[in-house]
C-alpha cells in the first residue's frame, strides 16, 4: 500500500516519493491528530487528578511539614480542609519523619474511628508526587483557645469546661478501644464544627497518632512538650495513658487559661492549684486533674475512667459522657460525607468490645 502511515511510535513514513503539496497536506493533517491527541491526553490527566476536583480558596495554616488550606470540593459543593504533606523530596526541600508508611497509617486510623461523632471525618486522600494529600470536613468553628481569644475570656466555667473535657474523652477512649494512640492531644487539636454557641466538637489531626499492640509499647519521643507525659521521655515505652495526661493538661488549661507546668521538674512534683481562677473551682475539679495529672502510671485514670467520675457527672448531661460507641445528644453531629469508598465497604476494619461493656 502506498502513502503515508502513521507507526507504531509516531513517526512519519512513506513508502513511495510523493508530491510536495501531498506531504505538505499529510503533514498538516497529522500535526491536527497530534494536536488533538495532546488536548485529549491534557483532558485525561486533569480529570484523573484528585486535585483538579478543588478550588483552593485560602490558606488555613502552614508548617515545616505542610500546610492547610480552605478548598471548595466542586463535585459536591463542598468547603473541606485540605492538608498536604510534603514528602521527603517535597518542595520546601526540608526533611521530615512524614513517609508512604506514616500516611497509610494515618488513612487506615481515620478508616476505624472516624464514624465517631467527635473525630473529624476523612473525606479523601490521595499521594502526588511531591505531597501526601487528605482532605477533612471543615471545623471552622477555631478551636477550644481561640473561642475564648473572640469572646474576650480567659478561661472557661467549670460546667462547660467539664462538657469540654468530657466531650474529648469521650473521642479518646474510643481511639484507646481500637488500640490507638493520639500523642499529639492538645487544645489545637480540638475544634469547633461551627461558629454557633451549639455548635459540635472533633478531636483531629492524627499524623503523629501510634498503635499499640499487646506487649509492644510506643518509643517514639513525640508530642507537644507542654502536653507530653513523663513517661514518653523515660524511652521506656508507653501506651494510651500518656493521652490522658495529655487530658488532665487540656483540662487544666481550660479552667484557669494556663498550663499546669512549665518543665520536667514542675511534673515531678505535681500540678498547684493557686491563682484566682483556683478559688471558684470544686474540689471535684481539683481531683479530677490532679488523678489525670499523676506522675505514677498505676494511679493515673484512664480516659474511660474520666467518664464516670464525680466531676463530669455532677456537670455533663449524661448522654454525653455515655459508651463512646453510641454517643448521642446535644453534642452529636449528623455524618458527613465521603468521597472516596470506604476499605472492603466497611468503615470498621476492626471489631472492638465497647469499652463501657
Known sequence: MSG???????????????????????????????????????????????????????MLGEGAQGRVDLALHRPTGTHVALKRTWKQDGVDGGPTFYDDRTYAQEVEIYHKVDRHPNIVDLLDHWTAR??????????SGGDVLSRLQGANKKCY?????????????????????HGIVHRDFRAGNVMFIEKGDDSSLVLVDFGIAGVVSKGRPLVANVGVPLYMAPEV????????????????????NLISGSSPFLDGSDQMRGPKFSGRAWKRVSEECKDFVKRLLTVEQRSRMTTRECLDHTWIGKNVPKEVGSCPSCVSGVLRRPAGLTFFPPPNGAWFTT?????AA
Not at 491527541?37 to 480529570?47: G, T, V
Not at 511531591?130 to 471545623?139: P, R
Not at 466555667?157 to 478501644?177: C, P, Q, W, Y
Open 157 to 177: 466555667s467549670e460546667r462547660d469546661a467539664a462538657i469540654l473535657v468530657a466531650t474529648a474523652a469521650n473521642a479518646l477512649a474510643f481511639l484507646h478501644a
Open 233 to 252: 521521655y523515660s524511652g521506656t515505652g508507653y501506651g494510651p495513658l500518656v493521652d490522658a495526661w495529655s487530658l488532665g493538661v487540656f483540662a487544666f
Open 351 to 355: 471489631q472492638v468490645p465497647c469499652p
Open 130 to 139: 511531591d505531597a501526601y494529600y487528605t482532605a477533612f470536613e471543615l471545623a
Open 4 to 58: 503515508i502511515q502513521i507507526a507504531d511510535d509516531s513517526t512519519l513514513v512513506t513508502d513511495e516519493f510523493l508530491p510536495p503539496h501531498a506531504i505538505l497536506q499529510s503533514m498538516s493533517f497529522f500535526k491536527t491528530a497530534l494536536s488533538r491527541l495532546k488536548s485529549l491526553r491534557k483532558k485525561q490527566l486533569r480529570d484523573d487528578d484528585p486535585l483538579s476536583e478543588y478550588e483552593i480558596i485560602k
